[in-house]
Structures are given as structure tokens and as C-alpha cells.
């Protein structure tokens, strides 16, 4: 069965450059064809669709956050990465890594979350 979990810094300041990883085991981000994605849900809201990585490498984002956000892989280390620049109290969050078929907040999998918070 596949895992995912979450792992970074809970608090960022205002301006830096949020980044986080999600380690994934029971499955490749390489081999095998699903969209490998971070969601986030800020407090009393839904869930919004960050961006995703393919097996192929390639790079989607929502377009909100386009200009912002980056995601990497380490294929030796089955991880995948969020980076996430000019942060502002409004990316506080719990951040979600997914695997699923859609490139939207649908997930077949997904990790427990971690919260970030953006404050000085």
C-alpha cells in the first residue's frame, strides 16, 4: 500500500520561501503513472490544488499559484518537493501530498498533513 508523508518546517516567516517534501514508499514516483500532487486547506475553507509532479518529470500548477510555487523530485530517494516563495499570512495551511489520476484536490492517496504557518 502506498504511504506519504509530509515533513518540513511548521512556521515560515512572511516573505521566505516555504518548502517541504513528501516521502513516499509502497509505490514509485517514477514508474508509475499517476500525478504525484500538494494540496493545502487553510483553516475554514476547502481544500485548494497546489500543483503536481508526473512520472515524466513534467510540472503543473494552479494557476493562482504558478508564479510561486515550484515542485522537484529525487527519484533515488523517492521524494518529491514543494517550494513555495513569498509566503504571506494567507498560505497558512495544512499541506497534503497526494498521489491521484486528476490534477485537482481528487487523491487515491494521501499523507496526514502537516500544518504551516506563516507568521514573524
Known amino acids: 500500500q502506498v504511504q506519504l508523508q509530509e515533513s518540513g518546517p511548521g512556521l515560515v516567516k512572511p516573505s521566505q520561501t516555504l518548502s517541504l517534501t513528501c516521502t513516499v514508499s509502497?509505490?514509485?514516483?517514477?514508474?508509475?503513472?499517476?500525478?504525484w500532487s500538494w494540496i493545502r486547506q487553510p483553516p475554514g475553507k476547502g481544500p485548494e490544488w497546489v500543483g503536481a509532479?508526473?512520472?515524466?518529470?513534467?510540472?503543473y500548477y494552479s494557476p493562482s499559484l504558478k508564479s510561486r510555487a515550484s515542485i522537484s523530485r529525487d527519484t533515488s530517494k523517492n521524494q518529491f518537493t514543494l517550494q513555495l516563495s513569498s509566503v504571506t499570512p494567507e498560505d497558512t495551511a495544512v499541506y497534503y501530498c497526494?498521489?491521484?489520476?486528476?490534477?485537482?484536490?481528487?487523491?487515491?492517496?494521501r499523507g496526514q498533513g502537516t500544518q504551516v504557518t506563516v507568521s514573524s
Open positions: 509532479i508526473a512520472v515524466d518529470g513534467r510540472t
Open positions: 509502497g509505490g514509485s514516483i517514477a514508474t508509475t503513472y499517476y500525478y
Open positions: 497526494a498521489r491521484g489520476t486528476q490534477l485537482s484536490t481528487n487523491y487515491y492517496y
